[in-house]
């Protein structure tokens, strides 16, 4: 699993959701992120670095996964390098 990383410019860090089990659960930690307007809307970006493993798979074809906890889906953005406001 990719590495949680400290985006440049976090303005806050979300923590574990209210509801997570911590006998159940896998282990939460805490997420830095950092919030931005842009004309869609506001956002949260957050910054993740790939284990060499990782990135030897997607160079080979591997696919990145997108996993959301819950039943509706947010509007998301997947991008690579900085952030453009």
């Known amino acids: 699993m990719p590495m ?3 985006i440049v410019g976090a303005t806050r860090e979300l923590g574990k959701p209210t509801d997570w089990n911590e006998d159940n659960d896998p282990p939460c930690g805490v997420l830095p992120i950092r919030d931005v307007i842009t004309p869609e809307g506001p956002f949260m970006i957050s910054a ?3 284990t060499p493993a990782e990135l030897l798979a997607l160079q080979h074809g591997a696919t990145l996964k997108l996993w959301i906890r819950g039943v509706a889906h947010p509007v998301i ?3 690579v390098g900085d952030v453009v406001e």
């Open 77 to 79: 953005a997947m991008t």
């Open 48 to 50: 993740w670095e790939f």
């Open 4 to 6: 949680i990383k400290r």
